[in-house]
């Protein structure tokens, strides 16, 4: 455990979170005094100040775990935790000058991680975010077709397959070919083996036909 | 949830980029080398001034007890705000000006009265009224210049507060500068000018010094868009 973990702990045992895992500052017993740590910490910063990178590279290690735990006492969740961590990193580095070596480390840490997760926080809560309104969920109204739409398509294909199975063989030829298979004239001409004439005028009756079946069982189902 | 591989590297890089900082001095150094910079300006100021008016007026006990209200709450809202400016400092430092700032204020609204209780006292014009609101300003503008370059030199939690209380700092020494050069005794309407000028000066400090007492912005995203990196 590094000398921040353990004057952390021993100064705050109940603020690291239940959910830590085995191996880490809350599993781990303090056994550093608030004192020595404080004193250490201190030591650390003021090499930092004199330009000693390895001291400051592990203090702002050691530093991590101890801002986590402040964020979260302090009620930051999820993703912003690890934005208060970095921004608390940050500004320790911008604000190095300002430390005095001959005060605690802690206190002037806990106020960085403080007001970074504070700042967390109303970012957060001016984010827009999902809402439980069931009454706004159940007057929405919905883009997609109304409901039984698919069965009413059905049911006028059905129509349509019905009225043309009654056609005459010769109507119901020109129709499947120019209208269901969108044939040119001289196509169906060649498959059918009749004449152009004759598809036209057979493809005329075969519509008129048709409207008036589906005429009237259109009035029939709306009676 | 926890990305330690992006705190790695912020820390690496942070390490890399360390160089040797020289603390700053404790709040009160900082405040007595600002205030030293009032004092300075008000040496300089002196010799333009009507010594003998000064003399006459700093005998009547509330014009008196007025202008070292406004030194009180000068030096007393510069400590508050150097302290302020450090991590971890008590926020109630930001209360220490207010009982100078009270004396400040009520003294000098003793001179609402002047013209009932001596009526042959030299009340303001509307014209000398003007030169002192532009010379309050007019000393108000270096000296915020200088106290928020000093201020950002520490770390500001609280940027707007800070920035306030060094506006409040401010408007009190150009309050008290102005002593050597007012040309009339207190009214209501002279007061009511100089309250103008002081929450200009304080409001201006809150508003513009809050902004550039934070300079620039953090990397919020940062930890969110390494998470997303591949």
Request: glycine fraction near 6%.
């Amino acid at each position: 455990m590094s000398l921040a973990q353990a004057a952390y702990s021993s100064r705050f045992p109940v603020l690291p979170a239940r959910s830590e895992a085995p191996g880490s500052i809350a599993s781990m017993p303090a056994r550093s005094t608030p004192s020595s740590g404080e004193a250490s910490l201190a030591t650390a910063m003021q090499a930092a100040q004199n330009g000693d990178a390895v001291a400051y590279r592990q203090l702002l290690r050691d530093c991590v775990p101890v801002i986590s735990a402040m964020a979260r006492a302090k009620g930051v969740q999820g993703p912003s935790l690890d934005d208060v961590v970095q921004d608390t990193l940050l500004t320790i580095h911008r604000a190095r000058a300002s430390y005095d070596p001959s005060r605690p480390f802690l206190p002037w840490l806990r106020a960085i991680a403080h007001r970074r997760a504070i700042d967390a926080m109303r970012y957060d809560s001016r984010r827009p975010r999902e809402v439980h309104d069931p009454i706004a969920y159940e007057t929405r109204a919905d883009d997609g077709p109304p409901p039984g739409h698919d069965l009413e398509i059905r049911a006028r294909c059905r129509a349509v397959t019905e009225a043309v199975a009654h056609l005459p063989p010769g109507q119901r030829e020109a129709i499947e070919h120019i209208a269901l298979r969108e044939l040119s004239l001289e196509e169906a001409s060649v498959l059918t083996g009749r004449t152009k004439t004759a598809l036209k005028v057979n493809f005329h009756r075969a519509l008129k036909a048709l409207r008036a079946a589906l005429s009237s069982s259109k009035e029939g189902s709306d009676v | 949830m926890s990305d330690p591989a992006s705190h790695e590297r912020l820390v690496e890089e942070l390490a890399r980029s360390l160089a040797p900082v020289r603390p700053l001095p404790g709040p009160g150094w900082r405040a007595v080398a600002w205030f030293s910079a009032v004092l300075a300006l008000a040496i300089l100021l002196l010799p333009l001034s009507d010594a003998a008016s000064l003399q006459l007026r700093l005998g009547v006990p509330d014009l008196r007890y007025a202008a070292l209200g406004a030194i009180l709450t000068s030096m007393a809202a510069a400590f508050a705000a150097f302290q302020s400016s450090v991590p971890g400092r008590s926020r109630a430092w930001a209360l220490l000006p207010i009982p100078p700032l009270v004396v400040w204020l009520g003294v000098s609204g003793l001179g609402c009265l002047r013209a009932w209780l001596a009526p042959a006292s030299n009340l303001a014009e509307t014209g000398e009224m003007r030169g002192c609101f532009v010379f309050l300003m007019g000393v108000s503008l270096p000296l915020s210049i200088l106290l928020v370059t000093m201020l950002r030199r520490a770390c500001p939690l609280n940027p707007s507060l800070t920035a306030a209380l060094g506006g409040l700092a401010v408007a009190a020494a150009a309050a008290a500068l102005l002593v050597p050069f007012h040309p009339h005794d207190a009214t209501a309407t002279d007061l009511a000018v100089h309250l103008v000028a002081v929450f200009i000066v304080v409001g201006l400090n809150g508003l513009l010094g809050g902004r550039i007492i934070e300079g620039a912005p953090r990397r919020r995203p940062a930890a969110t868009a390494s998470q997303a990196d591949p």
